[in-house]
Structures are given as C-alpha cells and as structure tokens.
C-alpha cells in the first residue's frame, strides 16, 4: 500500500556488511510514523559467485546460514522498538528478488542503500538502486551509507521536499510528499524550475503549481514554494544545498524522451546529498520475466 494509503509494509534490502545500516535507520523511523511492518530481504546474487573455484563450497554453504542470523537479529532489535518484521533469504539477481519480495508483501516502498559520497551519492547507471526505481511497482527509496555524515547530515525537523515536475507521477509523488510532511510534522518545500519562457515572461508559477496539484498546509505541516530558474535537476540540487531537507521526493516516469539518463530522477538519484524517494505512477506494475525486465532497462536507458 502507497504513502497514501497508510504504507503497511515495507522492504529493506539488507547486506551483511553495514551497507545497509541508513536504510534499516529511514525504515525504523517510516514503520514507526506509519504502523507499518518491515520485510528484510536478503539476496545472494550467483553472479557474485561466479568465479567457484574462488570460493569453497563450505563457504557457499554457509552464507545462507549467516544472512539468516544476521536477519534474525535485525528483526530482535526491530521487535524490541516495537516493529513487527518478517525476513526473505532467497537466492538470484538482486533486483529481481526485491520486486518480487515487493509484490508478494503489496509493499509500498523499497529501501535500498548506497555507497555514498557524503550524501546520497552517485549511483551507477544499471546499478541495482537505479534498476529498482525503472522496475519496481512502488516507490524506491534511496539512502547512503554516510547518510549521518558530513555538511548534509539531516536537520532536525529539516522539510520535506518535492521536486515539482510535471509527468505521469506528479500527483502519486505530491501525495507521498504531503503524507510525509503530515506524519512527521515537518515543513513542505516545493520546488519549481522555471521554464526559460517563464522567467522572460516574469511569472511566479508557484501559485498555479499548488493549486492544480491540491498541494496545501496539513495539521503539523505547512507548504512553502521556491522557484530556482534553469533545469528541474539543478534546481533542485541548488535548493537542497540551501534548505538541508531531510528526504527528496520526486516522480518518476516510466519512459523517456531524451538520451542519457533517464529523467530527472535519476539525474536527482545520482546528484542529491540527502535520502532519494522515487515515486512512480498510480497503478505502476513491475516489468514481468527476466528477458522482460532487461529490455525495459536497456531501452529506457537508450531513450525510447
């Protein structure tokens, strides 16, 4: 179930060398705003094991064995905040094993950690976090290994804020966007590139923009609007180096009609220094079978 919905479940990819602590840390603190249960997932990717001759068998035996008692003490330290927990160790390509692992719970966000570079860092192109957010049937949250560390640490009571663009995802990201705002009783901040046309022609979009979206001051919460001229990427980034929010939400769109990267999304995912949420649209449905999901990623990733 979506932010919207009241967001029941929650995937957390977990990795047993502290990779995925910030994750785990942003899933604590969602389930405990939203009620919300946590699926820790494990994958044990073979491609990472190719080289068998490489590694024992014995050792191969037993890395089930520790990422299931490595989950089991996640879900201990869960349970003792409170936070009911269930744990997936399942075997094959990462990211197909976290949409699956999404669609069995209905789950209504995926967290999944970065390496970082003092923020969100960059992600690779084809990297299992980017795939996520092209694949997945709900929203991806990103989040660094350095999340806690350097000039960008998270404010206390920092704002919410949403990277305005106008795609298929606009309305499902606006609404994610306000639901965290109200839950955490934290600040809305909008942000608006203004078209080169825009700032010749003097408009403040702003008013428009809140308007036609339904975006508005909730109990806890109030909406602020910013418009930055140039392109929505660096817009955004410019304000998030001003403002020091706690989360980025942005829309994603399924398709692209540029080349490069795809969309301003992933261009956020790459560039932002605080915890990503990619929202995709209402009703979005992963990619169905392997040979499915690559074409979709390497089409996409061409622009089509």
């Known amino acids: ?57 014995r050792v191969l035996k037993k890395l089930p064995e520790e990422a299931r008692e490595a989950l089991d003490r996640m879900a201990a330290e869960l349970l003792q905040q409170g936070i009911h927990s269930h744990s997936e160790v399942l075997q094959g ?96 901040l909008v942000v608006h590139a203004r078209t080169a046309a825009e700032a010749s022609a003097f408009l403040n979009p702003c008013a428009t923009t809140l308007e036609e979206f339904g975006i508005h001051e909730t109990h806890g919460s109030t909406v602020r609007c910013l418009v930055k001229d140039g392109t929505p990427a660096d817009a955004v980034v410019a304000a998030i180096e001003q403002n020091r929010p706690s989360v980025l939400v942005v829309g994603v769109k399924r398709t692209s009609a540029t080349p490069g990267p795809h969309g301003t999304a992933f261009s956020l995912l790459a560039r932002s220094r605080v915890p990503v949420i990619c929202v995709p649209p209402d009703g979005a449905v992963a990619v169905g079978g392997t040979e499915s999901r690559m074409m979709a990623v390497g089409a996409e990733a061409r622009g089509s």
């Open 1 to 57: 179930m979506s932010f919207r919905d009241g967001l029941k479940t929650i995937v957390v990819a977990t990795a047993l060398d502290g990779g995925s602590d910030g994750a785990l840390e942003y899933a604590r603190k969602l389930a405990g705003a939203y009620a919300a249960r946590i699926v820790l997932a494990h994958g044990l990717d073979p491609v990472e094991y190719a080289a068998v001759e490489a590694v024992p068998g």
């Open 93 to 188: 390509e990462v990211t197909q094993m976290l949409v699956s692992v999404a669609q069995q719970y209905d789950a209504g966000l995926i967290l999944v950690g970065t390496k970082g570079r003092y923020g969100a860092g960059p992600v690779l192109v084809g990297s299992v976090a980017e795939q996520l957010v092209r694949l997945a049937p709900c929203a991806v949250m990103a989040v660094a290994a350095d999340w806690n560390a350097g000039p960008f640490r998270p404010v206390p009571g920092g704002p919410v804020m949403l990277a305005m663009e106008r795609n298929e995802a606009t309305q499902a990201a606006v609404e994610t966007a306000l639901s965290l705002a109200e839950r955490f009783e934290r600040p809305l």
